[in-house]
């Protein structure tokens, strides 16, 4: 096992510059000089994956770290992420070369859902920090994994998803705090709540991001490893609309725009509801039959935690007036409209939530968790797959929160998991 430590890295070189000083004036430039940040400290990254949001990763995320290495099995993909990379950057086919380099602290994960866990599991082993894209993980016991070996292995991950701590929350149109510090206060009663998810509360869904059912098998392309592109998932034969930006309407690799947006729309909502350490207890699903490869359309899915606490996702906009949340003293409604007396002055004199960690960098560097990690991102991925795996069913579902498991469902918990392709797996 690859024990690195970023830190014992720097330090060493903090010291030897230390050293230094006392036999000799040190030139500024080799401290970094006024306004610039010394070598000892810049962490390094590398970006695994780089496909359209991939090449997001390598150009305009987490750019105060050092990009080294890029990784993918489309060769056309990879050359221009070499070519963005800049001149220290070097290219790789197979992830495993990257995690085995030991000048590299934190490793991006911007590839399908299917190879989420895998790679993050394996760059925990490696002694990296982690930086994944959402969903976290394609199946429930896949973060179950994740948060394991991110513990074992005392990393720092994080997810690229931001809305519970930064930024407007999508239609809603504000930060979600000032929401979180209406519940947490009891402003709209003290339960339970629903919360409404659908076209009018500004959340869409991408709502036809869907697979086809009439792929015909075609030649791959030079410039693909279509087998090491699929990996742990199952063998299906190559056709375009099964890879890179569309693959997400497969049930292999992801969930269509509920895996897509899910977590985004899914994780600030968590935390408004303070349901960091919980799952719902009931789903059940209103959608057409869905396909076993292809992933389909739906039109309501809902969720119940044990307290009644409901989240409806209205995939069809059924309910044009519903407010984003409501309880039983009042509703908030997209854009912080409320119909709560002197709801804005009210609001104004109530204790903030709890501040976060919310620089990934400080949090690596201070080995802080970060606002959005793998134990509360396990919770709101779970959100994700549990509304999947409801409409894959078919039928009403009862759902063990702490087990994390379905009561007297086999088949329901042939979901859970899935079974890996080949050598792979998540040990």
Known sequence: MNTHNPLTRRSFLRNSIAAMATVAIVPRHILGGAGHTPPSEILTRAVIGTGGMGMGHVNTINTTCKLLAVCDVDSNHLAQAVKAGGPDCKGYKDFREVLARKDIDIVHVPTPP????????????????????????????????????????????????????????????????????????????????????????????????????????????????????????????????????????????????LGDMGQHYLDPVQYILGKDNESPVEIESDAPVQDTDAVGTFRTIRMKYKDGTEIILDGENQDKQAAFIAGSKGKIFKGMKADIPNFEQTLKGLKDPEPMVTDFVHAVKTRSKFALNEVNGHRSCTLVNLAKIALQTGRPLRYDSKKETFIGDKAANAYLDQPMRGNWKLS
């Open 114 to 257: 299917h190879w989420h866990a895998i790679i993050s599991i394996a760059a925990a082993k490696a002694g990296k920090d982690i930086w994944c894209e959402k969903p976290m993980t394609r199946t429930i016991a896949e973060g179950r994994a994740v948060v394991a070996a991110v513990k074992k292995h005392k990393r720092i991950f994080r997810l690229n998803t931001w809305f519970r701590f930064q930024d407007n929350f999508y239609g809603m149109g504000v930060p979600v705090k000032d929401i979180r510090k209406a519940v947490m206060h009891g402003m709209l009663g003290d339960g339970p709540l629903k919360v409404t998810l659908n076209a009018s509360t500004g959340f869409d869904w991408k709502f036809y991001w869907i697979g086809r059912t009439d792929l015909t098998p075609q030649a791959v392309p030079s410039e693909l490893d279509y087998d090491f592109w699929l990996g742990p998932a199952p063998y299906k034969p190559y056709h375009p609309h099964r890879v890179h930006g569309t693959f997400r309407g497969y049930w292999d690799y992801d969930g269509g725009g």
